[in-house]
T-cell receptor, first 111, second 115 residues
Framework: QKEVEQNSGPLSVPEGAIASLNCTYS??????FFWYRQYSGKSPELIMF????GDKEDGRFTAQLNKASQYVSLLIRDSQPSDSATYLC???????????FGTGTRLTVIP | EPEVTQTPSHQVTQMGQEVILRCVPI?????FYWYRQILGQKVEFLVSFYNNEISEKSEIFDDQFSVERPDGSNFTLKIRSTKLEDSAMYFC?????????????FGQGTRLTVV
């Protein structure tokens, strides 16, 4: 069973702070990693994807991947109240054409 | 910006009835997916579809489920005899290439309520 684990939260940060979201995965064959944002009652919206070890930055978002530790994280700098949502970590395993999702971490940014 | 569109946005059906959920993937995408999310739970993969056939399916996707691309634009999910536990949000997604490459884009979802 392929597992993707996330702390369900809620994670609360003040506006302007850095929010750090973490995800671990069980299958060492995982090769692509995705962070989605989901507002309540809405569909997942892709924020970032990462394939290689290290950091990948896109605006206020930085994804970090450590395959040896089977760990992927998302940092949100200068958090805004509009960032308040559930953040889903999703993993694609080599040879499979689907995504395994974690249960998501609910983030609240306090004005 | 191109998007995946799903209809209807909300469907209420009686247990045992058949339902068809419809999706129009992004036009140049070749890979199509259905996922579902039971309220308060994780997003779960159901099926992927490429070149007019199922490429992968999960344990959830049993004989009660089927998918079809009836024309050049639509992609449908049929549930033959709905159960109460089929109540969920169903998301269609599409991607240009297999997920080892570019990402999948999700539609806005169809909320299915089985009563």
């Amino acid at each position: 069973q392929k597992e993707v684990e996330q702390n369900s939260g809620p994670l609360s940060v003040p506006e302007g702070a850095i929010a750090s979201l973490n995800c671990t995965y069980s299958d060492r064959g995982s090769q692509s990693f995705f962070w989605y944002r989901q507002y309540s009652g809405k569909s997942p919206e892709l924020i970032m994807f990462i394939y290689s070890n290290g950091d990948k930055e896109d605006g206020r978002f930085t994804a970090q991947l450590n395959k040896a530790s089977q760990y992927v994280s998302l940092l949100i700098r200068d958090s805004q109240p509009s960032d308040s949502a559930t953040y889903l970590c999703a993993v694609n395993v080599a040879g499979a054409n689907n995504l395994f999702f974690g249960t998501g971490t609910r983030l609240t940014v306090i004005p | 910006e191109p998007e995946v569109t799903q209809t209807p946005s909300h469907q209420v059906t009686q247990m045992g009835q058949e339902v068809i959920l419809r999706c129009v993937p992004i036009s140049n995408h070749l890979y199509f997916y259905w996922y579902r999310q039971i309220l308060g739970q994780k997003v779960e993969f159901l099926v992927s579809f490429y070149n007019n056939e199922i490429s992968e399916k999960s344990e959830i996707f049993d004989d009660q489920f089927s998918v079809e691309r009836p024309d050049g634009s639509n992609f449908t999910l049929k549930i033959r005899s709905t159960k109460l536990e089929d109540s969920a949000m169903y998301f269609c997604a599409s991607s240009e290439a297999p997920l080892q490459g570019p990402e999948a884009f999700f539609g806005q979802g169809t909320r299915l309520t089985v009563v």
